[in-house]
């Protein structure tokens, strides 16, 4: 890989909330490396490559090598764990058997296709304690159980060489910074350094300067994103960069804005993000749930390109 700071997007940007999705992988890579892109980050679901689509090595080895044909690397995965939802398959359970059996597969096609890091989320909706399944397991019980799990999913990753990280979000159970920080500390303190919190700019923004879906009494922090970024140092192990306009989209989740259009100052966040330790040259954009995606993705690509000049990265 060339040296200083790599850009990269993820796949899943063209196939959500488009006109027209782009639904040929190959176009992406072609599209991408037109516009000066060296890495792609694969949604491997939906009809973008998956073990569904690529079940051999054989096949794996021509989708690795159909990415460096067009100069590129995969600078992660994001796996279709959306399934394990409910407390008897989900990654909650007592014995979550399934949903480790599954990310074993993912460990397995990530590994094959070049990906160093594969990404995992916490798939419950945010109101998830309030609901009578969750009231029934209890709070404590369930985070304790996540860190058990992801403890367990860590050393499998391990053994692939794969980092983790974690994708907190509005969205999803688990977004107030005091649970971000005791489900990091808590699998990272089994033994796990190769599990970390993918810090998104524009969900840290939600979580830590908005509150976006925090259950009960909101928990902010004073210096926002930059607050949350600076607690987290060390335990981050992929980056996504986008803006924020302080909202959430229709999907209960937060509106990823194009660069400029919304609050966040990355003048500021670029030298934090530089020095927080994160183990890869990657700044992934996040265009999920946007419209007009592919001419979103030139601009970012211009806009990354000035922040690199201007911060010397």
């Given at each position: 890989?060339?040296?200083?700071?790599?850009?990269?997007?993820?796949?899943?940007?063209?196939?959500?909330?488009?006109?027209?999705?782009?639904?040929?992988?190959?176009?992406?890579?072609?599209?991408?490396?037109?516009?000066?892109?060296?890495?792609?980050?694969?949604?491997?679901?939906?009809?973008?490559?998956?073990?569904?689509?690529?079940?051999?090595?054989?096949?794996?080895?021509?989708?690795?090598?159909?990415?460096?044909?067009?100069?590129?690397?995969?600078?992660?995965?994001?796996?279709?764990?959306?399934?394990?939802?409910?407390?008897?398959?989900?990654?909650?359970?007592?014995?979550?058997?399934?949903?480790?059996?599954?990310?074993?597969?993912?460990?397995?096609?990530?590994?094959?296709?070049?990906?160093?890091?594969?990404?995992?989320?916490?798939?419950?909706?945010?109101?998830?304690?309030?609901?009578?399944?969750?009231?029934?397991?209890?709070?404590?019980?369930?985070?304790?159980?996540?860190?058990?799990?992801?403890?367990?999913?860590?050393?499998?990753?391990?053994?692939?060489?794969?980092?983790?990280?974690?994708?907190?979000?509005?969205?999803?159970?688990?977004?107030?910074?005091?649970?971000?920080?005791?489900?990091?500390?808590?699998?990272?303190?089994?033994?796990?350094?190769?599990?970390?919190?993918?810090?998104?700019?524009?969900?840290?923004?939600?979580?830590?300067?908005?509150?976006?879906?925090?259950?009960?009494?909101?928990?902010?922090?004073?210096g926002g994103e930059l607050e949350l970024l600076d607690k987290l140092k060390g335990k981050i192990t992929h980056l996504h960069l986008i803006d924020s306009d302080g909202s959430l989209n229709e999907h209960n989740t937060s509106t990823h804005n194009p660069f400029g259009t919304?609050?966040?100052?990355?003048?500021?966040?670029?030298?934090?993000?530089?020095?927080?330790?994160?183990?890869?040259?990657?700044?992934?954009?996040?265009?999920?749930?946007?419209?007009?995606?592919?001419?979103?993705?030139?601009?970012?690509?211009?806009?990354?390109?000035?922040?690199?000049?201007?911060?010397?990265?």
């Amino acid at each position: 890989m060339a040296t200083g700071k790599q850009l990269s997007i993820g796949t899943w940007a063209y196939i959500f909330n488009q006109e027209k999705p782009t639904n040929d992988f190959h176009e992406i890579l072609h599209q991408l490396q037109r516009l000066g892109y060296t890495g792609v980050e694969l949604g491997s679901f939906g009809p973008h490559p998956s073990p569904w689509t690529h079940p051999t090595k054989a096949s794996r080895a021509g989708l690795k090598k159909e990415i460096a044909d067009h100069g590129m690397e995969l600078s992660g995965i994001a796996v279709d764990l959306w399934a394990f939802k409910t407390p008897g398959v989900s990654i909650l359970d007592e014995i979550p058997a399934a949903y480790l059996t599954a990310f074993l597969g993912w460990c397995n096609f990530a590994a094959d296709v070049g990906a160093k890091t594969i990404r995992v989320d916490s798939v419950l909706s945010p109101d998830y304690y309030s609901t009578e399944e969750g009231k029934k397991l209890g709070y404590q019980a369930g985070l304790q159980r996540i860190i058990h799990v992801w403890d367990r999913a860590s050393k499998i990753a391990a053994d692939f060489g794969l980092n983790i990280c974690w994708e907190f979000e509005p969205g999803f159970v688990f977004n107030k910074p005091s649970e971000i920080f005791a489900i990091v500390d808590g699998v990272r303190g089994l033994g796990n350094p190769n599990f970390g919190v993918l810090y998104d700019t524009c969900h840290a923004y939600m979580c830590a300067a908005i509150g976006a879906n925090h259950q009960g009494e909101k928990e902010l922090l004073p210096g926002g994103e930059l607050e949350l970024l600076d607690k987290l140092k060390g335990k981050i192990t992929h980056l996504h960069l986008i803006d924020s306009d302080g909202s959430l989209n229709e999907h209960n989740t937060s509106t990823h804005n194009p660069f400029g259009t919304g609050r966040l100052d990355f003048d500021k966040l670029v030298p934090a993000l530089n020095n927080a330790g994160v183990p890869n040259e990657w700044w992934v954009v996040d265009l999920c749930f946007w419209p007009n995606a592919w001419e979103v993705t030139a601009q970012s690509k211009t806009y990354l390109d000035g922040l690199k000049r201007k911060h010397a990265c």
